[in-house]
């Protein structure tokens, strides 16, 4: 008995064409403390979704505290390769320092607070979301 697999990404367009006459957001996993501190303000004012845990005034100071447990690391995304804007940021920590799962996985950065909600760029949010998931 043989089993047909049709794969539904093979009909699926690439993402990069959904948006070709955009410039694409540039994304990167830096560490939390080397975020540009005015452009993580700036991104801030302008949150879809504001979260004053993953505020430069709260995180830096918990990420500094908590550097020796780990070190937070950030997902950025920039619009488009310049890095003229910073449009989200998701403070994130490998699985292993956080859950003990044994695979290279990030997940989302406490911060010693409740709420996980990252910034995202409120006139960018499908460029902003597109980037950290990249």
């Not at 619009?79 to 994130?92: K, N, Q």
């Not at 406490?110 to 709420?115: Q, R």
Request: proline letters at 9%; glycine letters at 4%; charged letters at 20%.
């Amino acid at each position: 008995m043989s089993i047909a697999v049709h794969s539904v990404a093979a009909d699926v367009e690439p993402a990069a064409s959904w948006h070709s006459d955009a410039a694409q957001p540039t994304c990167e996993l830096v560490d939390l403390l080397a975020v540009p501190e005015p452009a993580w303000t700036e991104l801030a004012a302008r949150a879809a979704e504001p979260n004053a845990f993953y505020h430069p005034a709260w995180a830096i100071p918990a990420a500094m505290y908590a550097e020796r447990k780990g070190g937070a690391r950030a997902l950025l995304a920039w619009d488009g390769t310049a890095r003229s804007r910073l449009i989200a940021i998701l403070p994130v920590v490998w699985a292993w320092s956080a859950l003990k799962i044994p695979f290279p996985a990030l997940v989302a950065w406490d911060g010693y607070a409740p709420l996980r909600t990252p910034l995202i760029d409120r006139d960018q949010i499908d460029d902003a979301t597109r980037g950290l998931l990249r």
